[in-house]
């Protein structure tokens, strides 16, 4: 993996984004996995900005978000449905119809899983995948655990995962059941970016690092990913 550490977290986004650029403009059509949660969401901003003044255009792409809530109506403001219309969708040239993200609230959930990962396939697979890192190691929501996940799956969210995100969750419940892409269709993506900003991920940084690669560190599991690459701040990468 390629690390890239910049001085401020607002340094980050605009070198994330020129990977999403240089796609882009590069391929004819293009498959993005895409990602929520607080540190994608300056990327976004600045490939808005782009899109804004010309220079992208997501009309030949598709995307596929990496997770959803389980129990959750996509109208909810907590939604990673709503999320990502707020975030980038409603702000750029994207077709809806080429918007991707599981439906957590599908009757057959084990059919919704494999459709998405038969749906990736039929795509041609992510060109490239966004990801943030749980203060636990998690990517998407494949959290901690005995062994690494393979495909798309319904997952029980740590304690961990659901008090970092139980802030976001004033007016409701947070869920504690997920769909998650899994560890093997993460690792198909073509090229993975990841994101970390803050002391909070530093220690979860170290161990996708430096650490073995283990299931209890998903993102250590990246290690092995022939073209991935972090972007890191100082703070992130500080026990580095
Ligand atoms: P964050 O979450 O970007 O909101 O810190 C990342 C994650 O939990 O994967």
Do not use: W
Request: hydrophobic fraction near 40%; charge should be negative.
């Amino acid at each position: 993996m390629e690390i890239k550490i910049f001085d401020t977290p607002d340094a980050v986004a605009p070198a994330c984004a020129d990977e999403f650029t240089s796609l882009l403009s590069s391929k004819d059509y293009c498959i993005l996995g895409l990602a929520t949660g607080a540190s994608p969401v300056p990327t976004y901003r600045e490939l808005i900005k782009r899109f804004n003044a010309g220079v992208i255009s997501f009309k030949h792409a598709s995307s596929f978000n990496l997770d959803e809530y389980v129990g959750l109506p996509r109208s909810d403001k907590n939604s990673y449905y709503t999320f990502m219309h707020e975030n980038l969708f409603n702000s750029v040239d994207i077709n809806e119809k080429n918007v991707h993200i599981l439906n957590g609230n599908a009757e057959d959930t084990e059919k919704e899983c494999a459709d998405y990962d038969a749906a990736i396939d039929a795509a041609g697979g992510i060109d490239i995948q966004l990801l943030g890192i749980g203060t636990n190691g998690h990517i998407g929501f494949n959290e901690p655990s005995d062994a690494f996940s393979d495909g798309t799956f319904k997952v029980k969210l740590t304690d961990s995962t659901v008090q970092s995100n139980s802030i976001y969750f004033t007016e409701s419940a947070m869920p504690r059941y997920a769909l998650t892409m899994g560890i093997n269709s993460i690792m198909k993506a073509k090229k993975i970016v990841l994101i970390a900003t803050g002391t909070s991920k530093a220690e979860a940084i170290k161990n996708a690092v430096k650490g073995e690669v283990t299931p209890r560190c998903p993102a250590s599991v990246l290690q092995k990913h022939p073209n991935c690459i972090f972007f890191l701040d100082r703070a992130a990468a500080s026990l580095l």
